[in-house]
């Protein structure tokens, strides 16, 4: 079927390449508009609803009328002499505060944009007078505005909102400052714009020079981005149109992450077609340019294949997490990963078959055999001296490795920084009133019989929340409109994301309102610390599972793929340690170097499944090379040294190229381990464990390494009924 699908395509070159076109640009212009009604941005929303945060949630949604799609901005207002606010001066805040909750907020466009392409997230916020400093030095305004925090849209509207506040009290010699989370993820894009545009133009740099040094040519440097590109496009309508099919909820980041993650596999794919197809050609000048495209996609593409399906399975894990961000993770990156699939079995062929011997113009390395070169040498040093090279893959790893002790998780949300206006203006506040007033932890009660309340029954609970250590300051208890359900805002002393906030919410506070609660009533505790304490406790149950069942996946498949008991033992040991290094060197970047509250939570998960399933797809290159390599005569390590100089240029060339790719994340906001991470991660496992480690046990082991399988040396020619090799699915991947 492979065959099939990848001859069609290069038998009709042009009419698949066009196909591809309209699709691609058509999906990519949908792509806002289709993403927008599949992302949510609370992360409570995630969560199973047997959890308390969630319980809390649905009675603030049901009873208190609040809008899941809404962020709480803060709004800070101050006499621009810094001297104390008089009643007049309260008058005037309170009054303005009127005006602009009359005035709606058109979102901004640029002349050439399409409005029927982009959601339109105009909107009249809702803002209300919050709260007075004790020294009447600021007073807060409570504003609230519907989308997602880190929509570009979104932020626009809230930048034209933030201009007309500055506006509206300057008049009266006023100033303004701006937190929430809202308010901090438009100041952190801001900061990091520059950084993410100069991070994309080195990738694309990288990848053009990478491509450049190999195949000497422009087309080989210039297409595979413009390819992946298209298809990227398609991809990511895909994935939102199957979201939205299936009612799945993806979280924001999902969108930035698929991007990279097709970048990289993609131009992965396209350079191991480059690399085979440029051989062929070699090797059969005369062959007709579109027989060779076909023959060589037919071969490459069974690999591509496997590799492919490696990662959509390791992904599949995630369907039984308890966490919805992981759970709704999984089948997008499988999405994506098979439309990328169906591009190397169609798209790719056809490029191939259009563009013929000129894809490698202006190069001559067509018409000659390459010196060994660095790889070759290379390769002589691994399979002569393979006992040391594996010993300083190992020290190396377990150095790496040593930094996981003593690891924390941070459930915090990324943050902003010291430089941002949001976090001065955070700062300032926390200075007079307590550092959670901008986000409070909300006990929500109800009556188990559904009756009506009324606000002194929770006087006493009111009371003892108010005695626990670290809570600053206890809201006065405010019911619901149908009278059903109560409120009591607390305002903890310490920051709402941070750990102590949710060592508060899991211990003192819950105990304190299990213990309070009237009889015939319920209590639940909402807000962002108790949200992230049930995700703490979520992404736990999550990685005790899903760790074992992707191993156990990933096994099996290079169990049926390689045909061999040890070979794939080695290779998950490999990529263990591959892992346990990773994470090894987060943790201590991170947590112990730069002194962050621990790693990102989704951290162990995400780099399990990314350094697992794609290290797992280079090492299976080279071992199934080095096992083609020993089917022919003579020693085995010179087997492993054939194989070494064969490959190390596309696994080198590819990992290079997939390692820039997550390094482009650092430009997101909140996606700085995790881009250090898989950036580091993929690296590790190209060059440290596809390039060393395995070759250098292959080397050791010989043709033991398929055991209980018995692999020997080929016939001579003539004779070649005689070798019992199983055949490969990867057989003449390079």
Same mark, same amino acid.
């Given at each position: 079927?492979?065959?099939?699908?990848?001859?069609?395509? @290069?038998?009709?070159?042009?009419?698949?390449?066009?196909?591809?076109?309209?699709?691609?640009?058509?999906?990519?212009?949908?792509?806002?508009?289709?993403?927008?009604?599949?992302?949510?941005?609370?992360?409570?929303?995630?969560?199973?609803?047997?959890?308390?945060?969630?319980?809390?949630?649905?009675?603030?949604?049901?009873?208190?009328?609040?809008?899941?799609?809404?962020?709480?901005?803060?709004?800070?207002?101050?006499?621009?002499?810094?001297?104390?606010?008089?009643? @007049?001066?309260?008058?005037?805040?309170?009054?303005?505060?009127?005006?602009?909750?009359?005035?709606?907020?058109?979102?901004?466009?640029?002349?050439?944009?399409?409005?029927?392409?982009?959601?339109?997230?105009?909107?009249?916020?809702?803002?209300?007078?919050?709260?007075?400093?004790?020294?009447?030095?600021?007073?807060?305004?409570?504003?609230?505005?519907?989308?997602?925090?880190?929509?570009?849209?979104?932020?626009?509207?809230?930048?034209?909102?933030?201009?007309?506040?500055?506006?509206?009290?300057?008049?009266?010699?006023?100033?303004?400052?701006?937190?929430?989370?809202?308010?901090?993820?438009?100041?952190?894009?801001?900061?990091?714009?520059?950084?993410?545009?100069?991070?994309?133009?080195?990738?694309?740099?990288?990848?053009?020079?990478?491509?450049?040094?190999?195949?000497?040519?422009?087309?080989?440097?210039?297409?595979?981005?413009?390819?992946?590109?298209?298809?990227?496009?398609?991809?990511?309508?895909?994935?939102?149109?199957? @979201?939205?099919?299936?009612?799945?909820?993806?979280?924001?980041?999902?969108?930035?992450?698929?991007?990279?993650?097709?970048?990289?596999?993609?131009?992965?794919?396209?350079?191991?077609?480059?690399?085979?197809?440029?051989?062929?050609?070699?090797?059969?000048?005369?062959?007709?340019?579109?027989?060779?495209?076909?023959?060589?996609?037919?071969?490459?593409?069974?690999?591509?294949?496997?590799?492919?399906?490696?990662?959509?399975?390791?992904?599949?894990?995630?369907?039984?997490?308890?966490?919805?961000?992981?759970?709704?993770?999984?089948?997008?990156?499988?999405?994506?990963?098979?439309?990328?699939?169906?591009?190397?079995?169609?798209?790719?062929?056809?490029?191939?078959?259009?563009?013929?011997?000129?894809?490698?113009?202006?190069?001559?390395?067509?018409?000659?055999?390459?010196?060994?070169?660095?790889?070759?040498?290379?390769?002589?040093?691994?399979?002569?001296?393979?006992?040391?090279?594996?010993?300083?893959?190992?020290?190396?790893?377990?150095?790496?490795?040593?930094?996981?002790?003593?690891?924390?998780?941070?459930?915090?949300?990324?943050?902003?920084?010291?430089?941002?206006?949001?976090?001065?203006?955070?700062?300032?506040?926390?200075?007079?009133?307590?550092?959670?007033?901008?986000?409070?932890?909300?006990?929500?009660?109800?009556?188990?019989?559904?009756?009506?309340?009324?606000?002194?029954?929770?006087?006493?609970?009111?009371?003892?929340?108010?005695?626990?250590?670290?809570?600053?300051?206890?809201?006065?208890?405010?019911?619901?409109?149908?009278?059903? @359900?109560?409120?009591?805002?607390?305002?903890?002393?310490?920051?709402?994301?941070?750990?102590?906030?949710?060592?508060?919410?899991?211990?003192?506070?819950?105990?304190?309102?299990?213990?309070?609660?009237?009889?015939?009533?319920?209590?639940?505790?909402?807000?962002?610390?108790?949200?992230?304490?049930?995700?703490?406790?979520?992404?736990?149950?999550?990685?005790?599972?899903?760790?074992?069942?992707?191993?156990?996946?990933?096994?099996?498949?290079?169990?049926?793929?390689?045909?061999?008991?040890?070979?794939?033992?080695?290779?998950?040991?490999?990529?263990?340690?591959?892992?346990?290094?990773?994470?090894?060197?987060?943790?201590?970047?991170?947590?112990?170097?730069?002194?962050?509250?621990?790693?990102?939570?989704?951290?162990?998960?995400?780099?399990?499944?990314?350094?697992?399933?794609?290290?797992?797809?280079?090492?299976?290159?080279?071992?199934?090379?080095?096992?083609?390599?020993?089917?022919?005569?003579?020693?085995?390590?010179?087997?492993?040294?054939?194989?070494?100089?064969?490959?190390?240029?596309?696994?080198?060339?590819?990992?290079?190229?997939?390692?820039?790719?997550?390094?482009?994340?650092?430009?997101?906001?909140?996606?700085?381990?995790?881009?250090?991470?898989?950036?580091?991660?993929?690296?590790?496992?190209?060059?440290?464990?596809?390039?060393?480690?395995?070759?250098?046990?292959?080397?050791?082991?010989?043709?033991?390494?398929?055991?209980?399988?018995?692999?020997?040396?080929?016939?001579?020619?003539?004779?070649?009924?005689?070798?019992?090799?199983?055949?490969?699915?990867?057989?003449?991947?390079?």
């Amino acid at each position: 079927m492979i065959r099939a699908l990848t001859g069609f395509a @290069a038998r009709n070159a042009w009419k698949v390449i066009a196909l591809w076109a309209v699709v691609g640009i058509g999906t990519t212009m949908l792509v806002p508009l289709l993403f927008s009604k599949v992302t949510q941005s609370q992360s409570g929303d995630f969560l199973p609803r047997s959890y308390d945060s969630v319980a809390a949630l649905r009675i603030a949604e049901d009873h208190f009328g609040l809008d899941p799609e809404a962020t709480v901005i803060t709004v800070l207002v101050a006499r621009g002499d810094g001297k104390a606010l008089t009643d @007049a001066d309260q008058q005037r805040i309170e009054a303005g505060a009127a005006r602009l909750a009359e005035r709606r907020i058109e979102q901004p466009r640029l002349p050439d944009e399409p409005a029927f392409l982009l959601p339109d997230h105009s909107q009249t916020p809702k803002v209300a007078p919050a709260m007075l400093a004790p020294d009447r030095t600021f007073e807060l305004l409570a504003v609230e505005m519907t989308g997602d925090a880190g929509d570009q849209s979104v932020q626009k509207v809230y930048k034209a909102f933030r201009d007309s506040a500055r506006a509206e009290f300057a008049h009266d010699g006023m100033r303004t400052g701006f937190t929430g989370g809202l308010a901090d993820a438009t100041d952190t894009t801001d900061e990091n714009r520059t950084a993410g545009v100069i991070g994309n133009a080195v990738l694309m740099g990288l990848i053009v020079l990478l491509n450049v040094l190999v195949f000497r040519s422009v087309l080989a440097a210039i297409l595979p981005l413009l390819a992946v590109t298209i298809v990227g496009g398609a991809a990511a309508g895909a994935v939102a149109g199957a @979201a939205s099919l299936t009612g799945l909820k993806l979280a924001p980041s999902t969108q930035s992450l698929i991007t990279v993650v097709l970048l990289g596999i993609g131009i992965d794919y396209l350079l191991f077609l480059l690399f085979r197809f440029r051989e062929q050609l070699r090797a059969r000048p005369d062959q007709p340019v579109r027989e060779a495209a076909a023959e060589v996609s037919g071969r490459v593409g069974t690999a591509i294949t496997s590799a492919a399906l490696t990662i959509v399975a390791a992904f599949a894990t995630l369907g039984i997490a308890t966490f919805g961000q992981f759970r709704s993770l999984g089948p997008a990156v499988a999405v994506a990963v098979l439309v990328m699939l169906l591009a190397s079995l169609t798209l790719m062929p056809a490029l191939l078959a259009a563009c013929g011997r000129g894809m490698f113009w202006p190069s001559r390395t067509l018409h000659r055999q390459p010196r060994a070169g660095f790889a070759g040498r290379y390769g002589e040093l691994v399979a002569r001296r393979p006992m040391a090279v594996l010993s300083a893959a190992v020290v190396l790893l377990g150095v790496l490795t040593a930094g996981v002790v003593g690891i924390r998780m941070d459930y915090g949300q990324g943050g902003s920084t010291a430089r941002t206006p949001a976090a001065a203006t955070a700062a300032e506040i926390s200075r007079a009133l307590p550092a959670g007033v901008s986000d409070p932890t909300t006990v929500y009660l109800t009556a188990n019989d559904g009756a009506t309340l009324k606000a002194d029954r929770f006087d006493g609970l009111a009371k003892e929340l108010s005695r626990v250590q670290g809570i600053g300051q206890v809201g006065r208890t405010a019911l619901s409109p149908d009278g059903r @359900a109560a409120r009591i805002d607390l305002y903890p002393t310490v920051d709402p994301q941070s750990k102590q906030a949710r060592d508060l919410v899991a211990g003192p506070v819950r105990a304190t309102v299990a213990a309070h609660t009237p009889a015939g009533t319920s209590g639940h505790v909402g807000g962002t610390a108790a949200i992230f304490t049930d995700v703490s406790t979520a992404v736990d149950h999550d990685l005790r599972v899903v760790f074992p069942v992707a191993a156990a996946l990933i096994a099996l498949i290079l169990l049926l793929l390689l045909r061999s008991l040890l070979a794939p033992l080695v290779l998950m040991l490999a990529v263990g340690a591959g892992f346990a290094a990773t994470l090894g060197a987060s943790t201590l970047v991170f947590q112990h170097v730069r002194n962050e509250p621990g790693v990102n939570f989704t951290l162990p998960l995400v780099v399990f499944l990314f350094v697992v399933a794609l290290g797992t797809d280079y090492n299976i290159l080279i071992t199934d090379r080095i096992r083609e390599e020993m089917r022919r005569p003579g020693p085995a390590r010179a087997a492993v040294a054939r194989a070494m100089r064969h490959t190390t240029p596309t696994i080198a060339t590819a990992g290079l190229v997939l390692a820039g790719s997550f390094a482009t994340l650092a430009a997101t906001p909140g996606s700085e381990q995790v881009a250090f991470a898989l950036t580091l991660g993929i690296l590790l496992s190209a060059a440290v464990l596809s390039l060393a480690l395995v070759p250098a046990v292959a080397a050791l082991f010989g043709r033991a390494l398929w055991w209980p399988l018995r692999t020997t040396a080929a016939a001579p020619e003539g004779n070649r009924s005689e070798e019992t090799t199983v055949p490969s699915p990867v057989r003449q991947y390079l």
